[in-house]
């Protein structure tokens, strides 16, 4: 009989959604070194870190028991996610920054280029960018390719409409839904877009 020690993660992880609870032990010490001394190097403070490692296991145990998690062979690349997107909020919380939500009638991405930034913004601008580059990836083409135009190349709608050869109305449909999904996936993947 295999051990729970053999296992591979994703293993572990569907064995612990399944109702096998004490795997998740073996999840945490194979995984807790690597993430606590990662958060530890973030916020040079080992109650802080301490706190923080908590609060990561804990969104960690949420999202499997809810079953929201998407394993894509990735446990480890997605709980450092977790970390990293607690260290910055803190970092914001202690910093008091102003918080910015995107919505629809208000975009994120008109935020990022009119911000004074410190070297914790500049980290938080480059996580931001990292991670709406990950959320852009995963939406359908058509979107992407609407958002790209619209953000990046800085295009019209008439003119998007013109080079994608639909309607001014579906490319603002598009983009609409780009920014639905972009804000479902963000919080599927446990990501603040804010800054």
């Given at each position: 009989m295999e051990t729970t020690d053999q296992r591979t993660d994703y293993e572990l992880v569907m064995a612990y959604q399944e109702g096998e609870q004490q795997v998740f032990k073996t999840l945490l010490q194979r995984h807790k070194q690597k993430v606590y001394n990662y958060i530890l190097s973030l916020?040079?403070?080992?109650?802080?870190?301490?706190?923080?490692?908590?609060?990561?296991f804990i969104k960690v145990i949420n999202t499997l028991r809810s079953g929201t998690y998407r394993d894509e062979g990735k446990f480890i690349q997605w709980v450092m996610r977790i970390a990293h997107n607690l260290v910055i909020d803190h970092v914001r919380k202690s910093q008091k920054f102003h918080m910015v939500y995107s919505t629809e009638d208000y975009d994120v991405f008109?935020?990022?280029?009119?911000?004074?930034?410190?070297?914790?913004?500049?980290?938080?601008?480059?996580q931001i960018y990292n991670d709406i580059h990950f959320l852009i990836k995963q939406l359908p083409k058509e979107q992407r390719r609407v958002l790209i135009m619209r953000h990046y190349a800085d295009m019209s709608f008439k003119e998007i409409a013109e080079k994608t050869g639909v309607s001014i109305n579906t490319a603002l449909g598009r983009m609409r839904y780009a920014l639905i999904n972009i804000r479902r996936l963000a919080e599927e993947?446990?990501?603040v877009l804010s800054m």
């Open positions: 916020v040079k403070d080992k109650t802080l870190a301490d706190d923080i490692f908590q609060d990561t008109d935020v990022l280029n009119s911000l004074d930034l410190t070297m914790e913004d500049r980290m938080i601008k480059k993947n446990s990501i």
